[in-house]
């Protein structure tokens, strides 16, 4: 089946600008999470929604960055006022529900670059 | 809180030899354990996890974790490895009864060469 998608898988823009990242999760999976890499770095969270409600939001680095479910399927990931610091690569991730199999599925990411 | 340490950035190795990815964790409350595995422009695919029970766990791939509590370590180990094996390990932990959030080490480099 499909597994999860992101758009677009690349994304350029100039400072200060504002931009979106999509996620499209696996069909039937209630949870999904938003984590940040940067180059060299493991995965870092962000940001973790159960359904249309986001269950723990301690991962966002501050209030530019903001991210919604409201139909508890897509998702899409908002930040305001970029900076350079902002480019790495955004990875979403889905599983089945919260406390099942705890595996998560993630998708190919979104390269951002924040020139 | 939670954090992760892999004690290596990149491991070479020939193909065909046995290999051994180590991964530390500290935390003050009981965590799940897990590897994944990251392809070149591939998406992270999960290898293996620990949740309770036995403490060697086998997963895809031919590879295998052990958990050592008191240790507080999760090493990754493969008997004899293949090129396609090549990628970038991450071992990652979360807080059993927790919000679920993963939390990472800076993964390890694998290079299987002929």
């Known amino acids: 089946g499909a597994g999860v998608s992101q758009t677009p898988s690349n994304k350029v823009t100039e400072k200060g600008k504002y931009v979106e990242l999509r996620c499209d999760p696996i069909?039937?999976?209630?949870?999904l999470y938003w984590y940040r890499q940067s180059l060299g770095q493991g995965p870092e969270f962000l940001i973790y929604?159960?359904?249309?409600?986001?269950?723990?939001d301690s991962g966002l680095p501050n209030d530019r960055f903001f991210a919604v479910r409201p139909e508890g399927s897509v998702s899409t990931l908002k930040i305001q006022r970029t900076e350079r610091g902002d480019s790495a690569v955004y990875l979403c991730?889905?599983?089945?529900?919260?406390?099942?199999?705890?595996?998560?599925?993630f998708g190919p990411g979104t390269r951002l670059t924040v020139t | 809180a939670q954090s992760v340490t892999q004690l290596d950035s990149q491991v070479p190795v020939f193909e065909e030899a046995p290999v051994e990815l180590r991964c530390n964790y500290s935390?003050?409350?009981?965590?799940?354990l897990f590897w994944y595995v990251q392809y070149p422009n591939q998406g992270l695919q999960l290898l293996l996890k620990?949740?309770?029970?036995?403490?060697l766990v086998k997963g895809i791939n031919g590879f295998e974790a052990e958990f050592n509590k008191s240790q507080t370590s999760f090493h990754l180990r493969k008997p004899s490895v293949h090129i396609s094996d090549t990628a970038e390990y991450f071992c990652?932990?979360?807080?059993?009864?927790?919000?679920?959030?993963?939390?990472f080490g800076k993964g390890t480099k694998l290079t299987v060469n002929p």
């Open positions: 991730a889905s599983s089945l529900t919260s406390g099942s199999s705890y595996e998560q599925y």
């Open positions: 069909s039937g999976h209630t949870a």
């Open positions: 929604f159960q359904g249309t409600g986001a269950a723990d």
């Open positions: 935390s003050s409350v009981s965590v799940y």
């Open positions: 620990y949740l309770s029970g036995s403490t």
């Open positions: 990652a932990v979360s807080e059993q009864g927790g919000s679920e959030k993963l939390v």
